[in-house]
């Protein structure tokens, strides 16, 4: 079998190195890393909000961010972080890291049948999101 590159990114078994996802530069993260440093000094709770799923588990393996270790990094090395609300995979997933932080990847509105909807309304507590979906998203409770 042939290795394919992606600008240097493509690797066998790794199969979210595809042209349809993509990655953050270091400038990202260094911007990411400043945010959430002021978020944590001022005692805040975030929810991140992106395109690409950046944790495996909220992924099917393909639809995930090439780099998303780096994100996860930086991610995981601040405590204000709840929440990552991505999209991309059209299918939806959801997991809770090892660090409580919560991924939700929602359900894609173009796989969804027609006099069908999916959205949801958050609601944000001290302690916990709610998610109350419509459609083919799933209600959830998410505590932190």
């Known amino acids: 079998m042939q290795e394919k590159t992606l600008k240097g990114?493509?690797?066998?078994n790794e199969p979210h190195f595809v042209a349809f996802n993509g990655g953050f530069s270091q400038a990202q993260l260094d911007w990411f890393n400043d945010v959430l440093k002021f978020s944590d000094e001022n005692?805040?709770?975030v929810i991140v909000m992106g395109h690409l799923p950046i944790h495996p588990y909220a992924s099917d393996g393909?639809?995930?961010?090439w780099n998303y270790e780096a994100a996860l990094a930086v991610i995981h090395s601040h405590r204000c972080v709840v929440c990552v609300l991505a999209g991309h995979?059209?299918?939806g997933a959801y997991c809770l890291d090892s660090h409580g932080v919560h991924h939700l990847t929602l359900e894609g509105v173009v796989e969804t049948p027609p006099e069908s909807n999916a959205?949801?309304?958050m609601y944000v507590y001290e302690d916990k999101l709610i998610l109350k979906g419509r459609g083919r998203i799933?209600?959830?409770?998410m505590y932190f």
């Open 9 to 12: 990114y493509e690797r066998l």
């Open 43 to 45: 005692q805040e709770k």
């Open 62 to 65: 393909v639809c995930l961010a």
């Open 89 to 91: 995979l059209h299918d």
């Open 119 to 121: 959205f949801g309304t």
């Open 138 to 141: 799933a209600d959830r409770v």
